[in-house]
């Protein structure tokens, strides 16, 4: 059973158009200041992040947020985090996110937020971590997405270990368990797990 103190929430800066979306980031706030979960997260103010950091601090829950200097300048930054990490530039601030979380989860959001999710998912394959990830798949937002993986395994450019590195669930609860219970698989692969 994997320890989650710490989950790294990757998601839009954008709060979208769908109200299911905001809805659901306020519920999952609500459940990790509930189980003493820590959101680690993008430190912005605005978008579905923003959403999920006031629910969690709302509710009296902890949120580290992290954010490269030159973001902080533009002033999106959230001043009311439990704590606030500067880095130098976007690559070391998703070091530190994968440092600093137990687990990731995946909601909706814009090209920032598929490569975060990417990046993080090709470290787990690499075997430079051995976190669990989570898609929050709200109102059918990535199923095009899933297709997309799904063509990638039926072409030969994915294998079935690999694509079931990502765990998806449309229910936060249920998402948090399967989290919980992954066990990282020996996956076999060209590169050696150094550093990159």
Known sequence: MN????ICVFCGSSDGNDLAITDTATKLGEIFAERNITLVYGAAKIGVMGTIA????????KVIGIIPN?????????????????TQNMHE????MQETSDG???????????????????WLQLG????PIGLLNINGFYNDLIKMLET??????????????????????QLLKKMEEFKTPQLPKWLNSDRT
């Open 3 to 6: 320890q989650l103190n710490k």
């Open 54 to 61: 006031k629910s969690v601090l709302d509710n009296s829950g």
């Open 70 to 86: 030159f973001l902080k300048k533009k002033e999106v930054v959230h001043l009311g985090l439990t704590k606030l990490i500067t």
């Open 93 to 96: 601030r998703k070091l530190k």
């Open 104 to 122: 990731f989860i995946a909601l909706p959001g814009g090209m920032g937020t598929l490569e975060e999710l990417f990046e993080i998912i090709t």
């Open 128 to 131: 430079l971590h051995q976190k």
């Open 152 to 173: 990638m395994v039926r072409k030969g450019f994915l294998s079935m270990d690999n694509y079931n590195l990502l765990l998806v669930d449309s229910n936060p609860n």
